[in-house]
């Protein structure tokens, strides 16, 4: 019987790997002889490049750059075999950054993201993966592009802020200078927004708030992004502030798309493409998947949605196993999940639930009695 295990993690306490490992540990108990296969998985944002370094056998590395206000901050990103770099751009621009008094869409930066990128492709890296969520920033992308060379300048030439503050003040944009092995090198961008750059659905009027950013300060930011956007259309004919993504963390999308020339993806497709998931269900039984938490949400394209998705795509039946589960759940059963399980097993606090050895303990003991049953029907 081969069992395919691709669990997201349980936030705050089991990383991807961990939960596959204890899942598999209460299989074999059951089905001994169970050819079992962990893989990674993750839906592209936090947590996406400890999944696939760990999963795939990668590396961490290390780097000081600019955090979203330009002090330095150490930042990791990962590299997997085959020097492929994986960038969470919350690592080096991220909210978390910054205490809730600093928040400031209108003057923080990408610059940081940028950055890791330079250091990937000076360190070897020519395959690009960056997952933009969790930003601090609505910028356009031009701090991050200013760190590879790219020239942001005012009407007298000079260099304008990374920030969406230097928006206002742009004027024109120059290419000669960015970093030369960028036209070596392809990117791609985990994305699971669609909003355009601009307007009522646009980044400055639907995430900036989250981000610290005032009515006043949103309809500025708007104007500047329309006007960035026109700018970047006359050196760049196909740019499109309309297409799904530009306006993901703060224009991030638009940037990377125009400029990098990256292929934007939803996270949990391209982490599934990156993992090999779909080679190894060919000739699978069962798949086991799962999150911290089951609900509506999970159905509607998360990471144990899409990896349901694909197991469907070859008949394989699926088991999911969550932390807790909250209204909505049931429409997992409409949407590739046989049947999903809380591995919860005697009432407790929400710390002694997420601590990790009683995490990894009950979705041992449960994964064991469910295959157990499985085992018995089998037989």
């Known amino acids: 019987m081969k069992i395919v295990i691709a ?10 790997l961990e939960a596959g490992r204890a899942a598999a540990a209460g299989i074999r108990r059951a089905i001994p002889e169970a050819d079992v296969v962990i893989k990674p998985l993750a839906d592209g944002g936090e947590g996406t490049a400890e999944a696939l370094v760990l999963g795939l056998g990668g590396q961490f590395r290390e780097a ?6 330009g002090r330095p901050v150490n930042a990791k990103y990962g590299i997997l075999p085959g020097n492929t770099a994986v960038i969470e751009m919350a690592a080096a621009s991220g909210l ?10 209108m003057q923080t930066s990408t610059c940081g993201t940028g950055q890791l990128i330079l250091d990937a492709i000076k360190h070897g890296c020519r395959e690009i993966i960056i997952g933009i969520g969790g930003s601090a920033t609505n910028d356009g992308g031009i701090g991050c592009l200013q760190a590879l060379g790219f020239g942001f300048l005012d009407s007298n030439g000079f260099t304008v802020k990374g920030s969406a503050a230097g928006l206002a ?10 970093y030369p092995e960028l036209k070596k090198c392809r990117f791609h961008v985990t994305c699971d927004v669609g909003n355009p750059l601009c307007g009522e659905r646009g980044c400055s009027a639907v995430f900036a708030p989250q981000k610290g950013a005032d009515e006043t300060a949103v309809k500025a930011m708007d104007s500047y992004l329309q006007s960035y956007a026109a700018l970047v259309k006359k050196y760049i004919p196909s740019a499109d502030p309309d ?5 993901a963390a703060g224009g991030m999308g638009f940037a990377l798309r125009n400029f990098l020339g990256a292929d934007m993806s939803p996270g949990v497709s391209l982490v599934l493409r990156e993992t090999g998931l779909e080679n190894e269900l060919k000739n699978a039984d069962l798949l086991v998947t799962g999150e911290g938490c089951l609900d509506s ?6 990471a144990p949605a899409g990896a349901a998705a694909l197991a469907e795509k070859y008949g394989v039946p699926v088991i999911a196993f969550c932390g807790a589960v909250r ?5 997992c059963n409409t949407n590739g999940i046989s049947a999903f399980f809380p591995i919860l ?5 929400l710390s002694e639930a997420m601590d990790k050895e009683n995490a990894e303990k009950n979705l041992t003991d449960t994964a064991e009695q469910v295959f157990r049953l499985i085992n018995s029907i089998k037989n």
């Open 327 to 331: 209204d909505g759940a049931e429409l």
């Open 169 to 178: 003040e742009l004027s024109s944009i120059t290419f000669d200078k960015a």
């Open 7 to 16: 669990i997201d993690s349980f936030k705050g306490s089991l990383s991807s």
């Open 64 to 69: 000081s750059v600019s955090d979203p206000l």
């Open 96 to 105: 978390p950054l910054l205490s809730e008094e600093e928040r400031d869409p």
């Open 297 to 302: 949400q999970t159905a509607m394209g998360k």
């Open 345 to 349: 097993r005697r009432t407790c606090s």
């Open 243 to 247: 297409m799904a993504g530009a306006g």
